[in-house]
């Protein structure tokens, strides 16, 4: 794979629990490996109770900052539908969503499919919108992985300019063995998404 020519800026929304810092830290990870000079930043809500979180990701040649700026987004990674609209302040025309299709219910939460149909209607063809959390628990019996699952996703689908190795080589390094094989098998369940 080719070198980006300019930086790539992710920002990953979801909630407390779901393993964004962790996915965060596999992306960054596996950019280093690449090559790439990389920054990372965290955004807490209430995590531990569920409460928003969000993460930003920018690699490249040279970064200077690892805050995304507002519209800047190449990728909106969501790990949650709702924190996912939540964050396109960060979107320009460009930006690509990739979505779990997954709603953590709250009281006053728009609904699944108004939230699907807003999502559609704002990216159109460039919103990825996938049923991680029920594939992952249903085909693997473990929801948190869906984060690698987008994320193989996303390497698919060549949304996310890194290698399926360098990946790999990142989730080796940054979570503990006993749960590799679990991630790498999420991973690969990817590659059935068209």
Known sequence: MK??????NI??????????ITLTRIIAQA??????????????????????VQ??????????????????????LGLEITESLRNINFANKKTIILANKN???YQGAPSLEKITRELKRIFKNKAHLIPASETCQKE?????????YLLGVGIVKKIIPLREKSIL??????????YFEINKKALELAKLVR
């Open 55 to 76: 993460t930003h990701i920018r690699f490249g040649n040279k970064v200077y900052s690892p805050l995304v700026p507002f519209g800047k987004a190449d990728l909106i």
């Open 11 to 20: 920002i990953i929304a979801g909630v407390g629990g779901q393993g964004l």
């Open 103 to 105: 709603q953590i219910f």
């Open 31 to 52: 950019a280093l490996i690449e090559g790439y000079d990389v920054k990372t930043s965290e955004l807490h809500g209430l995590s531990q109770r569920g409460g928003s």
């Open 3 to 8: 070198k980006i020519k300019k930086n790539f």
């Open 140 to 148: 693997l019996g473990k929801e948190i992985v869906s984060g690698i």
């Open 169 to 178: 080589l990142a989730i080796k390094e940054v979570v503990p063995q006993k």
